[in-house]
């Protein structure tokens, strides 16, 4: 079995966005292979961070996993400052990693930009990422096009400490799903849907209530015209929205350009909304129940341990081939 390890970081409130680039696809991988998912919440500190919020936050990511229809039967759930092996190999990798590297990341640069001071953590958080993946020896990553130039580094990397302290580490893969990858903004359809957007109208947050999510997409962006037609260069807009009707409705981009012909974008917009409340409320309920029995925390534990075991060898080998005197 493959394995496959992916995070999201408990920054803000997850997103529509989310659920069908990244959540839905570790539901489905979870059959298949061997799934590792975290919160990283390691790497949400590379920003300033309210305590009481990123514990919060850290706590309805994880609950949010569960309830979008993780297994932890099947797949492994923790939060990564829960398994310090992250930590530690992100240091040793640090000192594999070189500053023209690190200072080339485009991430890097859009979030540091015009700013008079940055943390460190920030400009190293690509080290940090590609501990992350190469503790687990993971095949495969799913990962959205904006995270691609972090992936490439931690390949770099796994092959640089393979060629000075003999074949170790597998290189992992990237994961990309062909559709729903990269669901973008409401008001503008050039950007992805982040959950880090000042703008509220801009994103379907997964806890969203049933009228927020009607009000929100009664008012998305459309392009020009009245016709429903899939055409991402022409249409981006309407082909955003269309792409969140499938998800949510199952119909095929064809069979919404058929049932929408000629009745314009009032109509679609309408029947959108429904699909994506239908969506989300079984989700939202589950969740709930998961906040209120207080069993994520068990299954954190589980995750943690079970994770543990993988990623404390792997440190151990590591240092063990960098020359470290072991603890006797």
């Not at 992936?151 to 796994?158: I, N, Q, S, V």
């Not at 543990?308 to 960098?322: C, F, L, P």
């Amino acid at each position: 079995m493959k394995r496959v390890l992916s995070g999201i970081q408990p920054s803000g409130q997850l997103t529509l966005g989310n659920y069908i680039g990244a959540m839905q696809n570790f539901v489905r991988l979870q059959e298949t292979h061997e799934c590792f998912f975290m919160v990283v919440d390691l790497h949400a500190i590379t920003v300033p961070q309210e305590p009481a919020a990123l514990r919060e936050q850290s706590e309805a990511v994880a609950a949010l996993f569960i309830a979008a229809g993780i297994d932890p039967a099947k797949a492994s759930v923790f939060m990564q400052s829960h398994v310090p092996a992250h930590a530690e190999l992100g240091w040793l990798f640090t000192t594999l990693a070189y500053m023209g590297e690190l200072e080339r990341m485009t991430q890097f640069k859009d979030k540091s930009s015009g700013k008079d001071s940055v943390g460190a953590g920030l400009f190293v958080y690509p080290t940090l990422m590609a501990a992350d993946i190469l503790l687990y020896n993971a095949d495969l990553v799913p990962v959205g096009d904006d995270q691609k130039q972090h992936l490439e580094l931690t390949r770099d990397l796994g092959h640089r400490f393979n060629a000075r302290f003999g074949d170790y580490f597998t290189i992992p893969e990237p994961y990309i799903p062909k559709v729903g990858a990269r669901i973008m903004s409401l008001d503008d359809a050039s950007k992805k849907m982040s959950k880090s957007n000042p703008n509220p109208a801009s994103y379907i947050a997964l806890l969203d209530p049933p009228d927020v999510i009607r009000k929100k997409l009664s008012r998305a962006t459309t392009d020009s015209g009245r016709d429903v037609i899939y055409n991402p260069a022409e249409k981006p807009e309407i082909s955003n929205l269309m792409s969140i009707y499938s998800h949510c409705s199952g119909l095929s981009l064809e069979e919404i350009q058929a049932k929408y012909e000629g009745q314009g974008y009032g109509a679609f917009k309408k029947d959108l909304a429904e699909h994506v409340v239908a969506t989300l409320e079984p989700l939202q309920q589950r969740y709930r129940e998961i906040r209120e029995s207080g069993e994520i925390h068990a299954i954190l534990k589980q995750g943690a341990e079970r994770v543990a075991e993988v990623a404390n060898k792997t440190v151990r080998d590591v240092k063990e081939r960098m020359g470290f005197l072991p603890a006797r």
